[in-house]
């Protein structure tokens, strides 16, 4: 796959719970991880939350979002479900509605790495260079051990900015950070140190 083609598909090392939903290469699947959060609010939210992320597993979409806006409802203070929210409308092709579904995860969770990344990806698809670099950089402060952002913003840095020292530096990173490497990386990153040189 060349790195152009990568916008549309990949998925992170993290909480993968709905292969339908996988955002970008730049993806985040839907989020699992919610439940340290969710907790407080009581055992009734939780399930709720692991009842939607069940219906997403099963394709059940619209149950699914009714689940999630329910557990907003009981628990606003939750990034995860507006996250959530904002994969299944970047799947259904609402871009708007997910940029506003990140944004509101955001607002709860201004460090919601998964979020940024989303909302750098939105960015990059439709040729904003400078907002899907500030989303990605603010993506990796949150979580710079996170391998996926660093191959995002690699492929930024490479493909669209022309920056190859740059690109190198977080493809390298990425590998590091992988518990195996990715033969596609390694290819980029073979391809980047022979233009350097």
């Given at each position: 796959?060349?790195?152009k083609r990568c916008n549309k598909h990949g998925v992170t090392g993290l909480a993968l719970t709905a292969t339908l939903l996988l955002v970008g290469c730049a993806g985040s699947p839907a989020r699992k991880d919610a439940a340290a959060d969710i907790s407080p609010a009581g055992e009734q939210t939780q399930m709720k939350y692991d009842q939607a992320l069940a219906a997403l597993n099963n394709n059940q979409v619209a149950l699914a979002e009714n689940l999630f806006k329910q557990v907003i409802a009981d628990k606003p203070g939750l990034s995860a479900p507006y996250f959530n929210l904002g994969v299944i409308a970047e799947k259904q092709g609402d871009l708007p509605s997910?940029?506003?579904?990140?944004?509101?995860?955001?607002?709860?969770?201004?460090?919601d790495a998964r979020a940024l990344n989303q909302l750098a990806v939105?960015?990059?698809?439709?040729?904003?260079?400078?907002?899907?670099?500030?989303?990605?950089?603010?993506?990796?402060?949150?979580?710079?051990?996170?391998?996926v952002y660093h191959r995002n913003?690699?492929?930024?840095?490479?493909?669209?900015?022309?920056d190859y020292v740059r690109a190198l530096e977080h493809y390298q990173r990425c590998q590091e950070l992988r518990s195996a490497p990715d033969e596609q990386v390694a290819m980029w990153i073979a391809d980047l140190e022979r233009r350097i040189q």
């Amino acid at each position: 796959m060349s790195r152009k083609r990568c916008n549309k598909h990949g998925v992170t090392g993290l909480a993968l719970t709905a292969t339908l939903l996988l955002v970008g290469c730049a993806g985040s699947p839907a989020r699992k991880d919610a439940a340290a959060d969710i907790s407080p609010a009581g055992e009734q939210t939780q399930m709720k939350y692991d009842q939607a992320l069940a219906a997403l597993n099963n394709n059940q979409v619209a149950l699914a979002e009714n689940l999630f806006k329910q557990v907003i409802a009981d628990k606003p203070g939750l990034s995860a479900p507006y996250f959530n929210l904002g994969v299944i409308a970047e799947k259904q092709g609402d871009l708007p509605s997910a940029r506003t579904w990140y944004a509101q995860a955001l607002d709860v969770n201004p460090k919601d790495a998964r979020a940024l990344n989303q909302l750098a990806v939105l960015a990059r698809e439709e040729g904003d260079f400078e907002n899907a670099l500030a989303f990605y950089e603010r993506a990796l402060k949150a979580e710079p051990n996170e391998p996926v952002y660093h191959r995002n913003i690699a492929i930024l840095y490479d493909m669209y900015l022309g920056d190859y020292v740059r690109a190198l530096e977080h493809y390298q990173r990425c590998q590091e950070l992988r518990s195996a490497p990715d033969e596609q990386v390694a290819m980029w990153i073979a391809d980047l140190e022979r233009r350097i040189q």
